[in-house]
Nanobody, 114 residues
Framework: QVQLVESGGGLVQPGGSLRLSCAAS????????MGWYRRAPGKQRELVAS?????STYYEDSVKGRFTISRDHVKVFLQMNSLKPEDTAVYYC??????????WGQGTQVTVSS
């Protein structure tokens, strides 16, 4: 079992930056893929960014060039720059093992508004 706790969300003005952190209860070095999802009001949850154990990354088109995912042995990060109102959502950390076990955090609210 792995418990995940997100932090770093908040209220920011358009054009601002936030850095989300996802702290795992144990080492995630062996995990296959780590990602950040978001759910905006009235919309389905979507994958924002992910990183696999080999280091390859994926970004949803609307965040390319603005968001950066990274990780260390116990945390996954999402650096978000040039934030837009449409980035407003609850952001969730997700980790999946090579065996298919999936873990979710409780979510952190990001609100982009002037």
């Amino acid at each position: 079992q792995v418990q995940l706790v997100e932090s770093g969300g908040g209220l920011v003005q358009p054009g601002g930056s936030l850095r989300l952190s996802c702290a795992a209860s144990r080492s995630i070095v062996s995990m296959y893929v780590m990602g950040w999802y978001r759910r905006a009001p009235g919309k389905q949850r979507e994958l924002v960014a992910s990183i696999i154990s080999g280091g390859s990354t994926y970004y949803e088109d609307s965040v390319k060039g603005r968001f950066t995912i990274s990780r260390d042995h116990v945390k996954v990060f999402l650096q978000m720059n040039s934030l837009k109102p449409e980035d407003t959502a609850v952001y969730y950390c997700n980790i999946r093992s090579s065996g298919g076990m999936t873990y979710w955090g409780q979510g952190t609210q990001v609100t982009v508004s002037s």
